[in-house]
């Protein structure tokens, strides 16, 4: 069993930056593909970038050179920093584990209870 929580989420400016965090408790954190998939009002739930390990990463193609995500294995923790937001990037935010990297939510078994990022104009 994998447990999340993310936190980092709020009100931002268009052109600021938020840096989400994901916390993870349970066993064999490194075992596991993590995810950030988001949700905004009234469209389906969209992946947003997965990592396995430092350097095997994936990004829904529109929000790569925006969005970075890093994971900090000792600490079972993993980071999305967001640059350059803009009011379509409002949604709630959420993090996913998973044994396999995809974009598709399926295969994640493990999810938060998300965090919401407000962009305003």
């Known amino acids: 069993q994998v447990q999340l929580v993310e936190s980092g989420g709020g009100l931002v400016q268009a052109g600021g930056s938020l840096r989400l965090t994901c916390a993870a408790s349970?066993?064999?954190?490194?075992?596991?593909?993590m995810a950030w998939f988001r949700r905004a009002p009234g469209k389906e739930r969209e992946f947003v970038t997965g990592?396995?390990?430092?350097?095997?990463?994936l990004y829904a193609g529109s929000l790569k050179g925006r969005f970075t995500i890093s994971r900090d294995n000792a600490n079972n923790t993993v980071y999305l920093q967001m640059n350059s937001l803009k009011p379509e990037d409002t949604a709630a935010y959420y993090c996913?584990?998973?044994?396999?990297?995809?974009?598709?939510?399926?295969?994640?078994?493990?999810w938060g209870q998300g965090t919401q990022v407000t962009v305003s104009s």
């Open positions: 990592i396995w390990s430092g350097d095997n990463t």
């Open positions: 996913a584990a998973s044994t396999v990297l995809t974009m598709n939510p399926r295969p994640y078994h493990y």
């Open positions: 349970g066993r064999a954190f490194s075992n596991y593909a």
